[in-house]
């Protein structure tokens, strides 16, 4: 494990949902710092069940953002889960982030994501 972190999800900016890769959102106050940014393989702790997932740490680079934040897509996941708090196990750094240039090609990259951590998880 490479680093862990608690939080409450709270609301972001519905991009990951209307994409089809909806994300638990949690905030944080500059724990990592700029050389951690990414996206992982990790595990997510939700009511004492633990889930795979890809998370995204840093700013959106596509849509322009400076602000970072994590982001969650929990596999498998399909229920509302604001306001519960959670925790992410950073297992494995997948790439850095990097600013897309077009929707489509950010879309093409998580799926990308996604199929690396179920084969990581595979393995494990």
Partial sequence: M???????VIRGRGVGKKLGFPT???FFE????KKNWGVYASIVTLRDFRMPAVTHIGPAKTFNETTPRI????????EDIYGE??????????????????????SEHIARDIRQTREHFKRM
């Fill in 24 to 26: 638990a959102n949690i």
């Fill in 71 to 78: 982001e969650a897509h929990i596999l498998d996941l399909d």
């Fill in 2 to 8: 490479l680093a862990k972190i608690r939080g409450k």
């Fill in 85 to 106: 708090t959670i925790e992410i196990e950073f297992l494995k750094k997948l790439r850095n982030t990097k600013k897309f240039g077009t929707i489509e090609k950010l």
């Fill in 30 to 33: 500059e724990i990592f710092f």
